[in-house]
């Protein structure tokens, strides 16, 4: 009995620790639905309160769709993650099955240069990357959105550490059946990392939907601004202090995050668990 109760004590403590993570990660986001579905002398009144009174979400969303073309700019993130995600993923397979699998000369010193291209921030390389841009005459478009994202670095170290855990004896049997080593890539390899490819995604479609930096340098025309900037748009030229109806397009932006990762959550976790096995 003595035994039982140090262990009830310590899962009461983490489910403790993890629900108040949970609140403050969640507090901003039940905060933001709250104004959404305020009408503006609730927004500005004294009275704090989370249920509005009158409830002013859908006035608030016609507002907020019909000042700015929220439709064109989710279309604009759309086109842009899904570009990004897929070449990275087509550089990244090949690059992380030879770092796997594939025994030649350097092959861990390319390795290291992959761990130490995570430590480099993309700011520190931005300037080099706008003014190669300018050069070809690629600023202003999505080309300049997609372009410097289609190597990923964290990528091919996460795809590489999911092929670690592929046992040789598989390659070797498609190898027998006269597969290239590209075939067995995208054939065998691409299969079996479906886990760890969703996972990619996941964190991929999620940095560059939510980038304000990148899109803020190389854009000027409307018709190509991502979400973030869409936001910032909103706000500083459309809503000014009209809270409500600028919240109602932050609801608007992040919801198809939210159901692409409840969508994917059980392949999320399969492919950050595996990863680490090795």
């Not at 498609?174 to 075939?183: I, N, Y």
């Not at 980038?211 to 809503?239: G, M």
Request: aromatic share 12%; charged share 10%.
């Amino acid at each position: 009995m003595s035994a039982v109760r140090p262990s009830l004590i310590r899962s009461a403590l983490r489910h403790a620790v993890l629900m108040l993570g949970a609140v403050l990660m969640l507090a901003p986001f039940v905060w933001m639905l709250s104004t959404a579905s305020k009408p503006p002398d609730e927004i500005y009144s004294s009275d704090l309160h989370l249920i509005p009174h009158h409830f002013a979400l859908w006035d608030n969303l016609r507002i907020a769709f019909g000042k700015a073309d929220l439709g064109r700019f989710l279309l604009n993130g759309v086109i842009v993650t899904v570009s990004i995600f897929a070449l990275q993923v087509l550089i990244a397979l090949p690059a992380a099955y030879a770092l796997a699998k594939l025994r030649f000369l350097g092959r861990k010193a390319l390795f290291a240069l992959v761990l130490f291209g995570i430590l480099i921030p993309p700011q520190a390389t931005a300037i080099p990357v706008f003014l190669l841009l300018h050069q070809l005459g690629a600023l202003d478009s999505y080309a300049a959105l997609v372009l410097p994202f289609t190597i990923s670095v964290f990528g091919i170290f996460l795809m590489r550490q999911f092929f670690m855990t592929v046992p040789d004896d598989l390659l070797d049997a498609a190898r027998m059946d006269g597969m290239s080593e590209f075939a067995i890539v995208w054939r065998v390899m691409l299969p079996t990392a479906i886990p760890a490819v969703t996972a990619f995604g996941i964190f991929s479609v999620v940095a560059h939907w939510n980038d304000y930096f990148w899109p803020l340098i190389v854009l000027n025309s409307q018709q190509y601004y991502t979400p973030p900037l869409a936001v910032a748009h909103f706000r500083n030229a459309e809503a000014g202090t009209s809270y409500g109806p600028l919240m109602a397009a932050a609801i608007v932006i992040i919801t198809p995050l939210v159901v692409a990762f409840l969508l994917a959550q059980r392949r999320f976790i399969e492919g950050i668990t595996l990863t680490g096995l090795k």
